[in-house]
């Protein structure tokens, strides 16, 4: 826990702050690349070059890609005019600090039943790999199968765009 | 000597390292390798761009560049003092910070994609167990870049072509990845140094490079077409064509910007072919098995120029694409090659070693890419050829 991590966690802090303090809706997606970044920082830092890659690959190249698209084809890039707070502001950071409250009691309850490991465990690709596909198999094959689904729906949608044209 | 001669950057980086005290060697020789490669790739960009002009001009029935300096090699120099001297433009109504940040982003995640390439024996900068990962990692950063330099212009031209080389990158990103997935199932690793050793044995001479098996040739040339879609490369080039979109999402780019965007085009050329030189090509070792005394980093660069070469070729040969040709040959041709390829990998490693499984594979393959042609085009209704003449 040092240095690296504080530097670490404060950029995605910002990140995630400036994702719903901007002004501009891009701005804010761009921002929230900047806080996935800092996710994928985290992973790299913890020895997990794997999840730290498939963050940026996934995360950064496909979901904020995916956003930005989002918020340029609906009309969100406009500001808005009354401005960015919601007036139920008080009711959201109550519900946003009980659910934080009660997630950080679940950690923190869980921490004594952890493994004490001194060194972190050295996890190669072929042990994601093997294990994947021999004790994980059957989430994986959900997974592909909601994959697929999304798949599937998104060629339906177009494809009925273009026979409604005609 | 002759291995001297191969490790000759490694020896001369721990000589010059071998300076400072021993707890900053580390830090100094990963110091002295990033400062190489970020001198070495520019002034190879400097040579492409050259080359380029005279080849295009040449294949085009013109001479290139030549008033600068002998055959017009000095033009770079030309080029540079003029970006750096012109004057920096940015659009009254464009959204400054993102409109800065553009290039910068494209140049850092494009430069970081030479941190994996091996360049020669025991010449690559990190060694990483997931190596190929991280350099697609760096490579979907990339879009991101465009995306902010086509939207930060507040320009209809520069959003259109941002938005239509996002769309060209995300459909070849999946068909670049899916065409390098065969080379990590047969050779295990995703480590690029697993990679190329993988493929440094000879076998009557002729080495085990992987575009010599059928679905490493299916695979390279899917890889070919990806790569060139990726850099967004003629006949890929719809999104920066001249004659449609003004210049794209980098119309609104003056000056050193516009040079910074020319920069990672290119070098970004120079790692994608790098990595299919490395994939599938063998990376840094020899052709041939009596070739080895040639040093291995002279074998890295001259591949990498040859696929500079055939860039050029094709950008000089073929016509464009249209963004629905393009689109289309991405879903319904790549991918399903791609798919394909990886069930005709296993096969190969299934079936044992012998004649059988070059058969089996290569009748797959062929089959496959004569049964998806026909079907593509017999929904198009194309007469004859025919041709006109000027009289």
Known sequence: MGIAFYIISALTVCGGLAAVLLKNTVHCALALTVAFAGLALLFLQLDAQFAGFAQILVYIGAVAILVVFAILLTRGSDTPKDGVFSKTWLAGLAIAAAVFSVLGWAVLQAAPWLPHETVAPNVTVNQIGDALMGRYVLPLEIVAVLLTAALVGAVIVAMHEKEGAK | ?391
């Open chain 2, 1 to 391: 000597m002759i291995d001297r001669l191969d490790q000759i950057f490694v020896l001369l980086k721990h000589w010059l390292v071998g300076y400072l005290p021993g707890e900053w060697q580390a830090a100094a020789g990963v110091v002295v390798s990033v400062v190489v490669i970020i001198g070495l790739y520019p002034a190879l960009f400097a040579l492409t761009t050259v080359l380029e002009r005279k080849g295009v001009g040449r294949i085009q029935n013109r001479l290139g560049p030549n008033r600068v300096g002998p055959y017009g090699i000095l033009q770079p120099m030309a080029d540079g003092i003029k970006s750096l001297t012109k004057e920096d433009i940015v659009p009254r109504s464009a959204d400054a910070v993102v409109h800065f940040l553009a290039p910068i982003v494209l140049v850092v995640t494009v430069f970081m994609g030479f941190a994996v390439l091996p360049m020669g024996r025991n010449m690559v900068l990190v060694d990483m167990d997931a190596g190929l990962l991280f350099y697609f990692a760096m490579g979907a950063s990339t879009e991101l870049s465009v995306f902010m330099a086509g939207w930060s212009s507040r320009n209809k031209y520069s959003l259109l072509g941002a938005m239509r080389a996002v769309a060209q990158m995300i459909s070849y990103e999946v068909a670049l990845l899916l065409s390098s997935v065969v080379v990590v199932m047969a050779t295990g690793s995703l480590s690029l140094v697993k990679i190329v050793e993988a493929q440094n044995h000879y076998t009557w001479g002729l080495p085990h490079w992987y575009i010599f098996t059928p679905w490493g040739l299916a695979g390279f040339l899917m890889y070919a077409i990806a790569a060139t879609a990726e850099t967004n490369r003629s006949p890929f080039d719809l999104p920066e064509g001249e004659s449609e979109l003004v210049a794209g999402y980098h119309t609104e780019y003056s000056g050193f910007k516009f040079a910074l965007f020319f920069l990672g085009e290119y070098v970004a050329m120079f790692s994608i072919s790098g990595l299919g030189s490395t994939l599938f090509r063998g990376g840094w070792s020899a052709p041939l098995a009596f070739l080895t005394w040639v040093p291995s980093w002279i074998w890295f660069f001259g591949k990498l120029l040859v696929s500079m070469c055939v860039f050029i070729w094709l950008r000089g040969t073929l016509p464009r694409l249209r963004q629905d040709q393009l689109m289309n040959f991405a879903w319904k041709f790549v991918l399903p090659m791609c798919l394909l390829n990886l069930f005709v990998v296993a096969l190969w490693r299934f079936i044992g070693d012998g004649w059988l499984r070059w058969l089996v594979c290569s009748a797959i393959l062929v089959l496959a890419y004569v049964g998806i042609g026909w079907e593509g085009m017999s929904r198009k209704r194309l007469g004859a050829r025919s041709y006109r003449y000027a009289d």
